[in-house]
């Protein structure tokens, strides 16, 4: 007796949840993501290799995202943005968690100005945004494998990947939207930058490194160090406006007590 080829769909968890079955189905079989991952590179990740710490390039294109994101809603009332936080997703096993490098989230007002993770439903919604700046061992422990099936599970809307080496992803900059079915749909600007319905750009500079921007006036926000800079001229200039009121109202002083002196009248 012949059976039936078995469809991922019969291997539904009871919760609903996608079981292991079913997510290496789609893992393999995504195309979007076969589109996009590089070809001939394994996909798991050595132990040894897990425990090594970041490269130079990957903690300054984190960080280049993480000020920009900051000063691209720093004017818009309701948007968080956090690195490195844990983000915990399911409720039926509360101690999973993933951590991106980047997120977006609108979460209540109330949300402590402190925290030490995110969990999904109990401090507020999916993160609207995620951003994973990739290399060869981030792709291997899944940045575009498990971790895209994994947030579009979650509901995340928008998942930016960057890679400004292209040692792993040749147009050094992936961004999936999710469609309305829940899948992914990759979008691209002509120029190989990346347009965000929250109303920023990502692209890669002359220069091999990240930019944000506004979208509508294509306005770049500042790097981590531009920032720093920025900052440490507005210190020198608004020293040097005080010390110009301070010799003005020197001056002001010494003239008025002069024309004084000048005014009075001789004794008789």
């Not at 040097?240 to 024309?259: G, H, M, N, P, T």
Request: proline share 7%.
């Amino acid at each position: 007796m012949k059976h039936a080829k078995a469809s991922p769909d019969d291997a539904l968890a009871l919760n609903g949840q996608m079981s292991w079955q079913q997510q290496l189905w789609e893992l393999e079989n995504d195309p979007v993501l076969n589109r996009i991952r590089p070809k001939g590179m394994p996909w798991a990740c050595d132990d040894e290799e897990s425990k090594m710490g970041e490269s130079t390039i990957h903690t300054l294109s984190a960080d280049i995202l993480l000020y920009g994101l900051l000063f691209h809603f720093g004017l818009r009332a309701g948007f968080r943005v956090f690195a490195n936080l844990s983000l915990h997703f399911s409720q039926e096993e509360p101690n999973l968690f993933v951590t991106p490098d980047v997120m977006v989230v609108r979460p209540p007002p109330e949300l402590p100005a402190q925290l030490s993770s995110y969990r999904i439903r109990e401090q507020g919604p999916a993160p609207v945004l995620v951003c994973e700046v990739l290399s060869p061992r981030t792709f291997r422990e899944g940045d575009l494998t498990t971790k895209p099936l994994q947030y579009r599970q979650i509901g995340i809307d928008e998942y930016l990947v960057a890679d400004p080496t292209g040692q792993v992803l040749a147009e050094r900059l992936a961004f999936l939207k999710r469609r309305a079915d829940g899948h992914w749909r990759p979008q691209q600007d002509a120029d190989g930058g990346v347009t965000s319905a929250l109303g920023f750009r990502v692209v890669l500079e002359d220069d091999g490194q990240l930019r944000v921007l506004d979208a509508q006036t294509g306005k770049p926000y500042a790097r981590p160090l531009e920032a720093e800079s920025e900052a440490e001229a507005r210190r020198k200039a608004e020293e040097k406006v005080r010390q110009l009121q301070e010799e003005l109202a020197s001056f002001r002083a010494k003239s008025a007590k002069k024309a004084k002196g000048k005014g009075r009248r001789p004794k008789t």
